[in-house]
């Protein structure tokens, strides 16, 4: 017997039509002689509506509070699907994060899942039970909540389906697969038969959220058979595996992040050990770095700017604020009108004149770069946020049409 986990997002669960839509997917796979572990994320727009909520009470919640609010989201769709599987004559069970043994660090609002206990999942199979899991959330070692990040319900369903040795993982979403840029934004994007685990990484860590990157990182750990398919039709979605088959396309996808603010220290002294400084001290508060730029200033200073994500924006502030008169520093800008736009490509590496091409787009097209940054397999931009639409239009245009 298969067992396959089946993940279901905010928008596939969003209202009691789509819930027992959904609920025929899982009983459809369950009747074909599966075993079926169906994850769930909170409903429609339920968990924005939550942090709205918590903000009107108190702005300034603890984090452990927030992940004790989200978590409620999810647990509102598995009770749901369940209710409706069982108006559907189908054995099944709803299981909350502690229940099914996500074991997470204590990080609120961003855990990292140290394990899954699957004991409990495994009992509930073997009564035959389809098992409702909600996405997103897991206990930390004090036994308190904790949730693992927007969109984290697909790095659930991976860890389940790795900690279950599952035979395949299916992510259920409101597009048909995984396309070389956001079909929503880009009217040239193509559907994409298969991505590799590194390209897809990439992608969603560059902002294209049709999967949490943390889930194609686990995927990739321990070779889960990951694949992204749409609820509202059954057509043949994308595989995301090891390694593809060869392509014609040099580019696998152009990807845009807008929760990015581009930060500046100004008049820096110009002499060793000062962007040690600076990265070290955001580092130890884990502020994540992108863009680095450093460049000469005037009369022996130099400028370091970078980018953080924007949900991280005021506590870099905060850092370099307190520290601005031992760095020595000028003045501290931020700039939250960017956007940072970027193209991924596994082919790109052994191609010389992308980077090229990419700029000759962007500068038919108008658009001004402010940053720039390589690696092996991807070429970012920081560009003017109102620009963002129009830039991954052009590259799609020169890369993938
Ligand atoms: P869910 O609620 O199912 O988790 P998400 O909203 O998180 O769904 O992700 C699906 C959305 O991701 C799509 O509606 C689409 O607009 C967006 N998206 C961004 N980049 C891509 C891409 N390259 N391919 C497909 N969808 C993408
Ligand atoms: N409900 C959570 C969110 O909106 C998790 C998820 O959808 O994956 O971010
Ligand atoms: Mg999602």
New binding site residues.
């Given amino acids: 017997m298969r067992l396959i986990v089946q993940k279901f997002?905010?928008?596939?669960v969003a209202n009691s039509e789509r819930l027992l839509n959904v609920a025929r997917i899982i009983t459809d796979t369950y009747k074909t002689g599966n075993s079926v572990i169906a994850v769930v994320?909170a409903q429609g727009d339920t968990t924005d509506d939550l942090i709205e909520k918590a903000k009107e009470i108190n702005p300034h919640a603890s984090k452990r509070e927030m992940d004790a609010l989200l978590s409620t989201g999810e647990q509102i769709s598995a009770s749901l699907l369940a209710m409706a599987i069982e108006s559907m004559g189908f054995p099944v069970i709803s299981l909350n994060g502690r229940q099914c043994g996500f074991a997470t660090d204590s990080n609120h609002s961003n855990a990292r899942i140290k394990k899954v206990d699957t004991e409990r999942l495994e009992r509930e199979l073997d009564k035959k039970n389809i098992v409702i899991v909600t996405g997103f959330q897991g206990v930390n070692r004090f036994d308190d909540i904790t949730t693992l990040g927007r969109?984290g319900?697909?790095t659930s369903a991976v860890a389940i389906a790795a900690a279950m040795k599952a035979d395949l993982c299916q992510i259920?979403?409101?597009?048909d697969?995984?396309?070389?840029?956001?079909?929503?934004l880009v009217p040239s994007?193509q559907k994409l038969e298969e991505i590799s685990f590194d390209e897809m990484l990439e992608?969603a860590s560059c902002g294209?959220?049709?999967l949490h990157n943390r889930s194609v990182e686990m995927a990739k750990k321990y070779n889960v058979k990951l694949e992204v398919c749409s609820s509202l039709e059954r057509v043949p979605g994308t595989k995301v595996k090891e390694v593809t088959r060869m392509e014609k396309l040099l580019i696998k996808?152009v990807?845009k992040d807008d929760d990015v603010v581009r930060i500046a220290v100004i008049g820096l002294p110009d002499k060793p050990g000062i962007a040690f400084k600076i990265f070290s001290m955001l580092a130890s508060k884990k502020i994540n770095v992108d863009i680095i730029l450093q460049s000469i200033g005037r009369d022996g200073t130099k400028d370091i700017t970078f980018t953080v994500p924007i949900d991280s924006c005021d506590a870099a502030l905060e850092l370099l604020k307190a520290e601005q008169d031992v760095l020595r520093a000028h003045s501290i800008e931020v700039d939250t009108d960017v956007t940072k736009v970027s193209i991924v490509g596994a082919g790109m590496a052994s191609n010389p004149g992308v980077a090229a091409k990419m700029f000759e787009a962007l500068y038919e097209a108008n658009i001004n770069i402010q940053m720039i940054s390589t690696s092996e397999i991807k070429i970012s931009v920081l560009i003017c946020k109102d620009q963002g639409v129009k830039a991954m239009n052009a590259l799609s245009e020169t890369f993938i049409k």
């Fill in positions: 997002g905010g928008s596939s994320s969109g319900s697909d259920f979403t409101d597009v697969g995984v396309y070389t840029a956001d079909p929503r994007a992608l294209a959220q049709v996808g990807a």
